[in-house]
């Protein structure tokens, strides 16, 4: 279980007060859950996702999981307590190859070309196209998506956070990325806590956590709070119209 | 025969377990200690000056010949012209390296002047590394030069890798080409301490339709020191390549100075250079995975030289 009690996370700026991003962010991603946590662009989602990694460092707060304090832990002790993390950008590598990347994410050095090509498999590769290439430019920005999250799938933590996984992909793509969330969802312990906008991936959350301007504006079962959220009878409705005119798009 | 030291620094210069198969020549601290010939490849002491011709009959493929030179005694100092006639259509590998392990407190140098004539249609892959050891505090230098003249249509593959313990290299390559001849370079340089770093390529791509492709990839730490200078000429009509990517690490300097030259209004030149440090985000992606941050310095500069 992860919990984020009052945490904040502010920025210096030009003038002499500081830019607040996440402003006393305190909620539950409970055991075996799908979360998804929404918002318009520059809400500080992302800044969010990257807290609970621990890429940056709360101004105040404080972040649990499993009851353990991790605020001030190091990104390699929450990954090695069961925390894994899928860039909105993934990163591109020389020389690092898909088959290398997976075998870091499971820990295993031995872990054998059929086992990593079943991950490439789960997210609608064709392993054996993939599986000696390297992780640089050479593949599109869905590949690299792909594989970002077979990584994800490889280490098999208890906690898997997603930082939009829909951003910088096009809508075919989109739909069979879709298919492996689904998947996902249905196959995989642990819990799941998704950066999104978009509508798909709000339809499979267990819970959803709309968060607007820094601070978390609803949260609730996703049965509840979806057909509100899509029928615009939410208070939060204008905040939706905006991120559903701009769904897609990455964020900051 | 060889004593344990020399096995050991020969299998990290040559890959080699045991006596390799095929056409061989090793030589250790000065001198020739062991050689085969086969029906196709025959090697012979030249007569004039320290080194070997090889000759590799026309048409011979699947054959290897692997010329390796071990220092295990310091102060040792020499000059090895080594020459490679590879006749037509042949098809070969060629392992060469060398591998010092000083010891003492005298310098340790080793100057292998190599050059490759390949008649028409010849292809080889030519594999050479360079390992240097030693608690001593004489210096362990290496200074290989390679000429390298292909006739209509000969392809030559060349991989280069210098990973640890060589003080001080200046390494030059100068290669012709004649029509459709192709040549590949592949450099793989570490540097560490105070070493230091020289690789000098000049080609002249003299026929229609030849080809180059020069890529060399470093690491530089510590204090260390690199110079990548690479000069194309295009003659003719033809395609040349040539790029330098180098991660700088600690204090060291990195200087690429990659120079095309184009005498063909056809002749299309490319050449790229990047220096940089490792970028943040790959760090963090790795720490993600539970490396700690050295791990994941070390994995990413293991790909990046693979």
């Known amino acids: ?52 990694m621990g890429i940056e460092k709360p101004t105040s707060g404080q972040i649990l999981f499993d009851g353990v304090d991790i605020t001030e832990m190091s990104i390699t002790d929450r990954a090695k307590m069961g925390i894994s993390f899928a860039f909105q950008q993934p990163v591109r590598f020389k020389g690092i190859r898909v088959l290398d990347m997976l075998r870091l994410a499971s820990g295993k050095a031995s872990l054998s070309v059929s086992e990593a090509c079943t991950y490439l498999a789960r997210v609608g590769l064709c392993a054996k196209d993939y599986i000696n290439r390297e992780i640089n430019s050479s593949l599109s920005g869905g590949e690299l998506k792909r594989i970002e999250i077979a990584s994800v799938m490889a280490r098999g933590t208890r906690l898997s956070v997603f930082d939009e996984p829909e951003a910088g992909i096009d809508l075919w ?63 939060d409705m204008t905040l ?13 | 025969m060889l004593d344990a030291v020399q096995r050991r620094i020969l299998e990290e210069v040559a890959d080699l377990h045991e006596t390799p198969i095929g056409a061989y020549n090793i030589r250790a601290n000065g001198q020739s200690a062991e050689r085969q010939t086969t029906a196709n490849v025959d090697i012979v002491t030249k007569a004039d000056r320290s080194g070997i011709d090889v ?25 090895v012209y080594n020459d490679f006639y590879v006749g037509e259509g042949a098809d070969v590998v060629i392992v060469a390296g060398c591998g010092i392990h000083n010891c003492g407190d005298q310098d340790s140098s080793h100057n292998g002047i190599h050059r490759f004539f390949l008649s028409r249609g010849a292809r080889i892959k030519y594999v050479e590394k360079h390992y240097g050891e030693g608690d001593g505090n004489g210096q362990n230098i290496m200074n290989p030069t390679t000429e390298v003249y292909l006739e209509e249509d000969a392809v030559m593959e060349m991989e280069t890798v210098q990973i640890k313990g060589v003080d001080s290299t200046d390494r030059r390559m100068i290669a012709t080409l004649a029509k459709g001849a192709k040549l590949i370079v592949r450099e793989r340089l ?3 301490g105070q070493q230091s770093a020289i690789s000098y390529y000049h080609v002249d791509m003299n026929g229609e339709g030849c080809s180059c492709d020069l890529v060399s990839r470093s690491v530089a730490r510590d204090e260390s020191y690199q110079k990548f200078d690479s000069l194309i000429v295009g003659n003719a009509p033809c395609t040349g390549h040539t790029e330098c990517d180098a991660i700088i690490m600690d204090s060291a300097r990195v200087l690429a100075v990659p120079q095309l030259d184009a005498n063909n209004i056809d002749a299309s030149l490319i050449h790229e250079a990047a220096i940089g440090k490792i970028a943040g985000e790959q760090l963090i992606k790795l720490m993600t995975l539970g490396l700690s941050e050295a791990e994941a310095e070390e994995q990413i500069i293991q790909g990046f030289l693979k």
């Open chain 1, 1 to 52: 279980m992860l919990e984020l009690r009052n945490v904040s996370f502010e920025v210096p700026s030009e003038n002499s007060d500081n830019k607040i991003i996440v402003n006393n962010v305190s909620f539950v991603v409970p055991d075996d859950k799908f979360v998804v946590i929404t918002g318009p662009n520059g809400s500080g989602k992302s800044t969010l996702a990257k807290l609970i």
């Open chain 1, 173 to 235: 793509s989109f739909q069979n990325l879709i298919r492996v969330f689904e998947n996902m969802r249905e196959h995989t312990h642990g819990s799941i806590l998704i950066i999104s906008h978009q509508e798909r991936i709000l339809n499979i959350a267990d819970e959803i956590v709309l968060i607007s301007g820094g601070k978390v504006t609803t949260h609730g079962r996703a049965d509840t709070i979806l057909p509100e959220l899509l029928a615009g009878t939410s208070s």
């Open chain 1, 240 to 252: 939706c119209s905006r991120f559903h005119e701009e769904g897609g798009k990455s964020d900051a």
């Open chain 2, 55 to 79: 000759h590799i009959l026309p048409h011979t493929t699947n054959e290897s010949v692997h010329i390796p030179v071990v220092i295990s005694e310091s102060g040792i100092e020499e000059i």
């Open chain 2, 190 to 192: 570490m540097t560490h």
